[in-house]
């Protein structure tokens, strides 16, 4: 990764801790895309004694996996306080979970500990996806699930371009492919990769309506070749008039590739050879899981 397009931590920790009380207001995608990250989990079988949602934000998508696993230990991970805070207050009696404050990259989660990791759009604002994948494969049993999304390169195409014509400065994140994302998860120990790719394109009436939802929700610029200061009026001017020729119908397009990946921590294969050269394998190895979910 160029240094340009490092992400600075504490920047992404304090702008979505501020975010965080109004994050849902603006989070429209963001729970469009969770609740089919959640629908995908009824394609496989679980009964996890500790499921682990990694970058849970205010926690939406905690309180629906307290509600799919009742008897589950669920721990809500973040980097921002902030985001803690607001779903420990969003909580209640019947849907109670464990809050942590964690870098993905460092989780402090014992090994084989976790039966499912829940991840949604959490992993574009880590620098190292290798690093992350490596711990999930860590904290997961054998026969443990990863389920996650991410944005891919086209995500904020538009936005980019605009600010390519304005003034060549590092305004947007760079996203990374699916297939480098699954060859990451085969390189962490993970097996059995299945990954596809949703787009989704929201309107704007104007680009500074695009802007403010991002803000919104905590997306600051935190590339380590962001612009220190002020925007100029003249680059924000030509940024504005680039984006203005994709005007349609009197819409502003905002293009969104979703990046939608699973694997699972690996089986051991226990296997005895019988007298008669016949391979016996454990019951317990049959029928772990339904098939995955395919491609659309």
Known sequence: ???DFRIDPARVRRSFGRAAPGYDAAAVLQARVRAELLERLDLVRLQPTLVLDLGAGPGQATIELKRRY?????????????????ARRRQTLLRRFQRVCADAAALPVRDGAADLVFSNLMLQWCNEPDVVFRECRRVLKPGG??????????TLVELRRAWAAADGRTHVNRFIDMHDLGDALLRAGLAEPVMDV????????????????????????????????LTGKQALATMLAAYETLRRDGRLPATFEVVYGQAWSPVARARQATKGGDVVVPISQIGRRSGPKPDR
């Open 70 to 86: 009742k008897s589950s230990l669920v721990v809500a991970l973040d980097l921002a306080e902030g985001m803690l805070r607001e």
């Open 198 to 229: 949703e787009r989704y394109t929201l309107t704007y009436a104007e680009v500074r309506d695009l802007m403010r939802d991002l803000q919104a929700i905590g997306a600051r610029n935190a590339n380590a070749g962001r612009p220190r200061g």
């Open 1 to 3: 990764m160029s240094d």
């Open 145 to 154: 699930l990863l389920t996650f999304t991410t944005f891919g390169p086209d």
